[in-house]
């Protein structure tokens, strides 16, 4: 079969964001990043390490071509520095291992983090195609196809009864858990054609060239977990970090990422200066409309009118659920719904709940305390429990 992985630019737009500003603010940074599976597969993952093996050995021999190093440098955030390293730039083989553990499959990232950190989308959307090929395509692809056209039917119907002040958008987050290429690339398309009007881009940046879709997305965990080793004081790293992205990106890319270490603790550092500087707030975990609630109700006591801030959504939704998110936010606010598996990977056949997170950062451990139970990730105990007691954090259960 032919290679999974076919261009370089098939990767998620934060990760060129993240991997620019890091470039630029800590080019010596040395991580580590962890592959976790974290539902039960149907068969054992283990089973695939032969087949990743192949795939990451192809990755490797990858370069950007001339057209997309192009396609990077007509975004205006992106600067020129970076699209030049970019056109020398190879994954480095040696950097990343994989191994069978019983029926664990075992994948690490380990070196320089502006050459690693590019390996967490490829590797997960790598597992995820290598697991379904064990499924019957087209069985899950007629499941897959009926379930888009009553997506599509659904927002027909509700884009119109649930109007509110501000527009219904939402964008395609589902490129790392997709069920495969082919298809992922049809739901986009299936979109696009069928309801512009509500569909505003992808995350996926090869197919936002390819159509000429926006490509959206700003920052992930990754990046500000990477801060909380960067020799500032622990309590002040999501301050140097949100720092650094509006020196880098001066009002672009504007929507910053809350739960690191939780709302409570982001909002406390969110103060009016970076509340002006920043477009809005983006929820990955927690109770969506206590986390919304929250966001308002931090505008209002700083006096700024959140009617031109952003909300925007990205944990675990199907439509129906943004809509009922955007029923109760978008007349106070502007709203964005990032969905992803729900889109790329709905055939019937569970999803892969698959993740590969930095672990360890120059030698030091470092973690995200998610405002949601099952998503804290952390190796060191120790450091775990330090960094709820810095961020009054309750551990969940």
Request: proline content about 4%; overall charge neutral.
């Amino acid at each position: 079969m032919p290679p999974i992985v076919n261009s370089l630019l098939e990767n998620d737009l934060y990760k060129f964001t993240m991997w620019q500003a890091l470039l630029h603010s800590h080019p010596e940074a040395q991580t580590e990043y962890e592959f976790v599976c974290r539902n039960a597969p149907s068969y054992p993952l283990s089973e695939l390490k032969e087949d990743v093996e192949r795939e990451l050995d192809h990755l490797c021999t990858l370069a950007f071509s001339d057209d997309e190093l192009l396609y990077l440098r007509s975004l205006r955030f992106m600067k020129s520095d970076f699209v030049d390293f970019l056109t020398v730039f190879r994954f480095q083989r040696k950097f990343i291992t994989v191994a069978a553990d019983g029926p664990t499959l075992r994948i690490r990232a380990i070196g320089p983090q502006v050459h690693v950190m590019g390996f967490e989308i490829f590797v997960l959307y790598i597992v995820n195609e290598l697991y379904f090929r064990r499924f019957d395509q087209q069985v899950a692809l007629v499941e897959a196809r009926q379930r888009l056209q009553e997506k599509i039917r659904l927002l027909q119907r509700l884009g119109k009864e649930a109007a509110r002040k501000n527009p219904f958008e939402f964008f395609d987050f589902g490129l790392r858990r997709r069920f495969s290429a082919a298809w992922h690339e049809e739901v986009v398309v299936t979109l696009a054609r069928e309801v512009p009007q509500y569909f505003t881009g992808t995350s996926n940046v090869y197919l936002a060239k390819k159509y000429g879709l926006t490509p959206i997305g700003t920052m992930a965990h990754e990046y500000l977990q990477a801060y909380q080793s960067f020799g500032v004081r622990l309590r002040d790293f999501q301050k140097a970090a949100l720092e650094d992205w509006v020196q880098e990106y001066r009002g672009d890319l504007g929507i910053a990422l809350t739960d690191v270490v939780g709302m409570d603790a982001f909002l406390a550092d969110f103060d009016l200066y970076f509340a002006k500087l920043f477009d809005g707030l983006r929820h990955d975990s927690g109770d969506p409309v206590e986390w919304g609630e929250k966001a308002l109700a931090h505008y209002a006591r700083l006096r700024i009118d959140a009617g031109s801030k952003r909300l925007v959504f990205s944990d675990g939704l199907d439509l129906q659920r943004a809509f009922s998110l955007y029923r109760h936010f978008a007349d106070r606010a502007l709203t964005g719904f990032g969905i992803g598996t729900n889109l790329s990977n709905d055939t019937g056949i569970p999803a892969l709940n698959i993740v590969m997170k930095l672990m360890v950062c120059n030698g030091q451990p470092v973690a995200k305390l998610s405002d949601s139970a099952g998503k804290t990730l952390c190796r060191d105990e120790t450091f775990l429990a330090y960094l709820r007691q810095v961020f009054h954090h309750p551990a969940l259960k």
